[in-house]
Nanobody, 122 residues
């Protein structure tokens, strides 16, 4: 079972930036897609950004386009999410996930991290 370990969450004021990291426990050659999801209290888990291994195609939720950037370092397969111009509505638990499918649908992801909390104050 692939294990994913997130880090980089924290508290920041609106307009600030954070960078999340996700380190897999082993080489994720079989994980053709990796993604970030988030879940705020009382809300459903939503896809934030995904990256496809082959060609580095990306997907973003409309709510984060132009503010967030997903990237993946090939050497150790670490996944990143650079979050700029943060808003209070970005407050949530952020999860890293891996899958053989390329989408922002949480149902297609088989491997999940435990999450890292992001809190944005106004």
């Amino acid at each position: 079972q692939l294990q994913l370990l997130e880090s980089g969450g924290g508290s920041v004021q609106a307009g600030g930036s954070l960078r999340l990291s996700c380190r897999p426990s082993k080489y994720t050659y079989s994980a053709q897609s990796m993604a970030w999801f988030r879940q705020a209290p009382g809300k459903e888990r939503e896809g934030v950004a995904a990256i496809w291994t082959y060609g580095d195609s990306t997907l973003y939720a409309d709510s984060v386009k132009g503010r967030f950037t997903i990237s993946r370092v090939g050497g150790n397969d670490t996944l990143y999410l650079q979050m700029n111009s943060l808003k209070p509505e970005d407050t949530a638990m952020y999860y890293c996930a891996a899958s053989t499918s390329f989408s922002l649908d949480a149902r297609s992801y088989e491997n999940w991290g435990r999450g890292t909390q992001v809190t944005v104050s106004s």
